[in-house]
């Protein structure tokens, strides 16, 4: 009869787990560290039932803190992509503002004129004769 409760702990285990949704690893880890700590506690007491329900207490606990650890892991890894990629676009816009200010000032060919301007008189100023450069770009 003692060789049959451990055969229950992983019946019973095993009973849980085609319980639990294929994707929910948490009630099946839940469920397998429990059974475990049940076990040990069973068999570290020799069958006290306060100590295989500590077991069990103590499986359960352990599971939900490595689920606590691998949750706040995957958040902490989630916000920091989220920010290389906020990071990656506004480098990407930056770029794409530069390449067209580079197109822009790029020009085929340039040609200057001179434009001669001869000496006259704007509201009592007088301007002397000079000359001056028309810029054309194509």
Known sequence: MKNA???????????????????????????ALG????????????????ATAAGAAGGVI????????AKKQTDKAYAAGYDKGKSDAVKQQYWLYVSM?????QVGSVRLYPVQLPEQRIDGVTFQPSTKFLRIEE
């Open 101 to 105: 200010q580079r197109q822009r000032n």
């Open 5 to 31: 409760l451990p055969i229950r702990f992983i019946l019973c285990a095993g009973v849980v787990c085609l319980f639990t949704g294929c994707a929910a690893t948490r009630p099946i880890a839940d469920a």
């Open 62 to 69: 352990l599971s939900e803190g490595l689920q606590y650890a």
């Open 35 to 50: 059974a475990g700590g049940a076990y040990l506690g069973h068999e570290l007491s020799n069958g006290d039932p306060l």
